[in-house]
């Protein structure tokens, strides 16, 4: 659901207004990125007078209001949430925040947060303080911000970091450089390049765990529910680019000249996925 102030959705206290997916949780074939806010339903057109960018997406020349969306579908959160709290987590260090949904629900839900972004949203990052001023916001270089805050936490504290800023090999050198001190890493959107990352983690004999094991997937499919948010997605889309001159469209093999194709993967949810990397920290 895309809301925002006076707009429908789920509404918070006062005028504030969360952007977030079914909760219903659940994997795929292969997730995107993005259980989020429909950036351009009518309602965020209107908002945004039909500016060339949907401020839920990229920074537009003016702030927003206040808005949280998502990069993560309900099944990689689910996952990732599940086996921290097997864990033991007690703090869970993301690295790329982009819409802050996803650092909201892990401090909803207990955890420690230090969300690292080096392009932050000024919408997103003032929702995050009113909604979960707990959250460390960390603005900057992913790769120092990860090794500081890893570096300074207490002995106490049983961290994961969660590398969706970093993709695959380059996440996995920063991995590296804190593996001894975190229990659980989270990579996402490691099925892409041919199945290349998943190799090299069993090459490197990494005990690792994909969100595309079938069991996991038969049981928390989220395919049906991202499939209509989707529709939703291309159909506002269409109604926006009625209404103006046409966006620059791009394509990509297999889709059709005439499809839109969103940040992220945005018009088609279900086709990331995220791997689990148990840390050295017993």
Not at 180 to 194: M, P, Q, S, Y
Not at 245 to 255: E, N, T, V, Y
């Amino acid at each position: 659901m895309c809301t925002e102030r006076s707009h429908h959705g789920l509404h918070g206290p006062g005028e504030w207004a969360v952007l977030c997916q079914s909760p219903q949780g659940a994997c795929a074939d292969a997730d995107a990125a993005h259980a989020n806010c429909i950036a351009l339903n009518t309602s965020c057109v209107r908002v945004t007078r039909l500016s060339q960018n949907c401020s839920c997406f990229a920074q537009a020349r003016r702030p927003a209001p206040p808005c949280l969306f998502g990069d993560m579908r309900p099944a990689k959160l689910l996952a990732i949430m599940a086996a921290c709290r097997a864990l033991g987590v007690t703090h869970i260090v993301e690295q790329g925040r982009y819409g802050g949904l996803s650092a909201w629900l892990y401090s909803l839900h207990g955890f420690r947060v230090s969300s690292v972004e080096l392009l932050p949203l000024s919408e997103v990052s003032e929702a995050l303080r009113h909604r979960a001023p707990e959250v460390k916001l960390v603005d900057g270089d992913g790769r120092a911000a990860v090794q500081q805050i890893v570096r300074s936490a207490p002995a106490t504290e049983r961290l994961a970091v969660i590398f969706d800023g970093e993709k695959r090999q380059t996440a996995y050198e920063t991995y590296l450089t804190v593996k001894g001190r975190i229990v659980l890493a989270a990579f996402d959107d490691t099925n892409l390049d041919d199945g290349a990352f998943p190799r090299l983690l069993r090459d490197r004999g990494e005990n690792a765990w994909h969100t595309w094991d079938c069991a996991f997937m038969e049981r928390h499919s989220d395919a049906a529910p991202l499939a209509q948010l989707s529709e939703t997605l291309r159909a506002a889309t269409a109604t926006a680019l009625q209404a103006r001159d046409p966006l620059p469209r791009r394509h990509k093999p297999g889709f059709s000249e005439s499809q839109l194709v969103f940040h992220g993967g945005m018009e088609d949810l279900s086709r990331f996925h995220t791997t689990l990397v148990r840390g050295s920290m017993l």
